[in-house]
């Protein structure tokens, strides 16, 4: 079950990853639709367990009922992805973030990154957020130039995903930016 309220926006409410939703995590690490564009392995849910562990602020994108409440959610919360701030300890923030295919192009993922960016200037002294998407994942970079983040260049051949080595293009987002929004 999600946790703690890290982030409220209109929708969408960004919950602390807790040991019990490493099986929704692993469902969306071994689903094809996430797994195969994010160019992820298939982890089991030891490795999940163990990923939470590191210094990662990891986040469950959640759709609460009213009811739900700021701690352990007593009402109704559906997760339908996960966002992640990595890196932040170390050197500039590096957003991840997927949802379940049900919900694609309903408007959650913008949401769900923004909260995730203003989380991420409130919490750190950084002057630069950053994200990756594939050069062809026209979604995804569409979510972030959306939300104000300037390519800042391309990774030739980054990974190999689903057969084929594909770019990668480096978006980032500076905190003056984002305040003037």
């Excluded at 992640?84 to 590096?94: F, H, M």
């Excluded at 959306?146 to 051949?157: A, M, P």
Aim: charged share 30%; hydrophobic share 35%; with cysteine.
């Amino acid at each position: 079950m999600p946790g703690a309220r890290a982030a409220v926006g209109d929708r969408v409410t960004l919950r602390t990853v807790e040991r019990e939703d490493r099986d929704f995590l692993q469902r969306g690490s071994a689903n094809p639709e996430i797994r195969y564009p994010m160019g992820a392995r298939l982890r089991s849910r030891e490795e999940i367990e163990a990923s939470l562990e590191d210094e990662a602020d990891r986040c469950l994108v959640c759709l609460d009922d009213s009811d739900a409440g700021p701690g352990q959610p007593e009402g109704d919360t559906r997760p339908i992805g996960a966002v992640t701030v990595e890196d932040a300890g170390w050197k500039r923030p590096e957003l991840t973030y997927w949802l379940v295919p049900e919900v694609h192009g309903e408007g959650y993922g913008k949401e769900a990154v923004s909260l995730a960016v203003g989380y991420a200037f409130r919490t750190y002294d950084t002057p630069v957020v950053s994200a990756r998407a594939y050069a062809s994942n026209d979604a995804s970079r569409g979510l972030l130039e959306s939300l104000g983040f300037t390519q800042e260049g391309v990774l030739r051949g980054f990974m190999y995903v689903d057969g084929a080595h594909v770019d990668c293009a480096v978006y980032g987002l500076g905190r003056e930016e984002w305040e003037k929004g």
